[in-house]
């Protein structure tokens, strides 16, 4: 009996899941996440969508650029531009994504929070869903928050954002300051359900001993 506890037990509480951090990056670093010079490249986040004339390229990564009007920098992430003056060129919507993956997260214990901004109004969605957050015209000069906690796929996900270039310059800003979940896999069994799976047993193999005593 006690062979079959820890044949059937060791197994399901390996199974338990741990908490795990996921792999996202900052606006305005390079591809070790260190944050780049004013003016220089950045990497992770790309282009995919731009207003009809402009030059910018479909998958290109913006620079680094700060204009006084906007929230400060941080020490993890900074304000990015689809040119390296902050000048589009043209008006309307850009939208950059970043790519990011779950692939072995349990995907209902997921959670990605952090602050954004965006030079002129704009957006930030997950997986071409309805946005998590929106900001203002004219709002650069404080941060707005964000969080998504659902609509999550198995394996590669997209974070996009809109950013409105109402007249240059223009720039976004994203920061993670969370981003979590279990990993281990899809569906894990509940801790107090194995739990008490595992004492029902051994309760079971103790009764089985005291009859035979």
């Known amino acids: 009996m006690k062979r079959l506890i820890l044949l059937f ?75 390296s003056t902050g000048n589009a060129g043209v008006g309307g919507n850009y939208t950059y994504d970043l790519v990011f993956d779950l692939t072995g997260f349990n995907l209902a214990t997921v959670a990605i929070s952090g602050i954004f901004g965006t030079d002129n109004d704009g957006s930030i969605s997950l997986n071409s869903n309805a946005a998590a957050a929106t900001t203002g015209f004219a709002s650069f000069g ?9 609509g999550f796929l198995a394996g590669l996900n997209t974070i996009h954002v809109v950013v409105d270039n109402g007249g240059d310059p223009t720039a976004f800003f994203v920061q993670f300051n969370a981003g979590t979940g279990d990993s281990g896999g899809g569906s894990v069994p509940e801790p107090t359900t194995m739990i008490l799976t595992c004492s029902g047993l051994a309760g079971l193999a103790l009764i089985r001993r005291i009859r035979r005593t």
């Open 9 to 83: 037990c060791l197994p399901l509480l390996g199974q338990i899941a741990s908490a795990s951090t996921i792999t996202l990056h900052n606006t305005g670093v390079n591809s070790s996440d260190v944050l780049v010079a004013a003016g220089a490249g950045t990497s992770f986040w790309s282009l995919s969508a731009k207003p009809a004339g402009a030059s910018e390229a479909i998958g290109s990564n913006p620079f680094r650029y700060f204009n006084g009007s906007y929230f400060a920098d941080t020490a993890s992430a900074a304000w990015v531009s689809p040119g």
């Open 142 to 150: 404080a941060t707005t928050g964000f969080s998504f906690t659902s």
